[in-house]
Structures are given as C-alpha cells and as structure tokens.
C-alpha cells in the first residue's frame, strides 16, 4: 500500500509541476503581450508627437515667407531650426526602435545638414563634420542637439559678418580630450 501512495504522490507532484509550468508560460506570454502592446503605443505617441513638431516647423516656416522683417525673419529661423533639431530626435528614436538612446553621429550630422539649409543664402559656407559614433541617452541628445542647433545658426548668422569669409570649427570631442578650434578658408 505504501509503494501506491509513494506512487500517486509522485504522479500528484509531477501533474502540479506540469499545472505549474503550463500557469507560468500563460503569465510569460500575457506579460510579453503586454510589452508588445506597450511598444506599439510608445511608438504611436513618438510619431504624433513627430507630426506636432512637423506642423510647428511647418507653419513657422509659412510665416517665415511671409515676413519681410529682418528681426522677424531671424527669429522665426532661430524657432524653426531649434524645432527641425527636435524633430530629427524624434526621427532617429522612431526610426532606431530604442527611445532611449540615439547614435550622436547620424543625428549630429542630419542635424547639420537641416540648419545649414536654413540659411541657403550663405551657400557658399561648407560645413565639415567630423563626429564620432558614440551612444548617447536621448535627454542628454536633446540638450547637445539644442546646443550643437546654437553653435551652427550662430555661426552662419555672425561668423562672416565684417570680415573674410572663414569658417569656424566647433569640435566636438570626447571627455579627457581638447582640441583647439580652428578656422579654414
């Protein structure tokens, strides 16, 4: 009789084992549902808040056609350039998958590209980038992306006022290094 109830007993932990494990993939895979549904949502919130941006930059840039005032022209480019900066941020988090991180390079170097196209009266400014690949956290992108926004539409605005046509460098470089900032013809 011993040997039986030796036996159910066995027979009773193996079925709650198998009850166990069949409890823990059903948790397992709502929990991953929920992830999935979660990355489905924070992606449509990103690209609205893409297509905000979009909207801003665009009716700012209307108006920017329309304004014959210099003080005006150049407020609503500094506006505009400092929302094109935002919404390549927003671009490269959607497009990249990770909201958390961004790559410097390819945001740094897009980021270049959209401010100098505001000013194409200056065309013949060539601007070099040399940028390292390094990974930063998005609030951290942000703020240099608002800084870096500063320093190119800044220098378009004043680098050539007065004087032979040169252009500034602002190196960007890694911590524990300092180049020196150069001007080249």
């Known amino acids: 009789m011993r040997g039986i109830v030796k036996v159910v007993e066995k027979a009773t932990g193996f079925f709650n084992n198998l009850l166990d494990m069949t409890a823990r993939k059903e948790v397992e895979q709502r929990l991953e549902a929920q992830v999935q549904e979660k990355e489905v949502l924070i992606k449509e919130v990103y690209h609205r808040m893409k297509n905000g941006i979009a909207s801003v930059e665009s009716l700012l840039s209307m108006q920017l056609d329309k304004s014959t005032n210099n003080e005006t022209r150049s407020a609503l480019t500094d506006s505009i350039g400092r929302i094109r900066s935002m919404r390549l941020l927003y671009d490269k988090l959607l497009l990249d998958g990770q909201a958390d991180v961004v790559s410097s390079r390819a945001y740094l170097a897009n980021l270049v590209r959209a401010v100098s196209d505001l000013f194409p009266s ?11 690949d390094l990974k930063l956290p998005s609030k951290l992108a942000f703020t240099i992306g608002l800084i870096a926004n500063e320093l190119i539409t800044n220098s378009y605005k004043y680098a050539f006022a007065g004087r032979a046509r040169r252009l500034p460098e602002h190196p960007l470089h890694a911590p524990g290094t300092e180049p020196m900032p150069r001007c080249r013809r």
């Open 122 to 132: 200056q065309d013949y400014v060539v601007v070099h980038t040399e940028l390292k």
